[in-house]
């Protein structure tokens, strides 16, 4: 079974920075879009960030300018670089992936989520 292994969530002041990393656990044969979802305490899970096997990315607005996904496809891992941090950014935020196994199943999987707190 193959997870997603979150790291680098954490407390931090208001215009501060933030990298969060994303790993699959083993290798898989092809990832086709990662991204990070955040969930605040009383709303629901919104997309954040995402970015396909190509490179192509896409950002909620609230985050434009600001956040900066990337991955190395080598390694199956994917980052959410956090700029200018504000305390509307606090939340949990989760890894996702989508793609397919060696063995052709399709898969959509979940990391367990990074707790991300914007406060002075």
């Known amino acids: 079974q193959v997870q997603l292994v979150e790291s680098g969530g954490g407390l931090v002041q208001p215009g501060g920075s933030l990298r969060l990393s994303c790993a699959a656990s083993?290798?898989?044969?092809?990832?086709?879009?990662m991204g990070w979802y955040r969930q605040a305490p009383g709303n629901q899970r919104e997309l954040v960030a995402a970015?396909?096997?190509?490179?192509?990315?896409n950002y909620v607005d609230s985050v434009k300018g600001r956040f900066t996904i990337s991955r190395d496809n080598a390694k199956n891992t994917v980052y959410l670089q956090m700029n200018s941090l504000k305390p509307e950014d606090t939340a949990v935020y989760y890894c996702?992936?989508?793609?397919?196994?060696?063995?052709?199943?399709?898969?959509?999987?979940w990391g367990q989520g990074t707790q991300v707190t914007v406060s002075s």
């Open positions: 970015i396909t096997s190509r490179g192509i990315i």
């Open positions: 996702n992936a989508e793609g397919t196994y060696y063995s052709g199943k399709n898969f959509d999987l």
């Open positions: 083993r290798s898989i044969f092809s990832i086709n879009i």
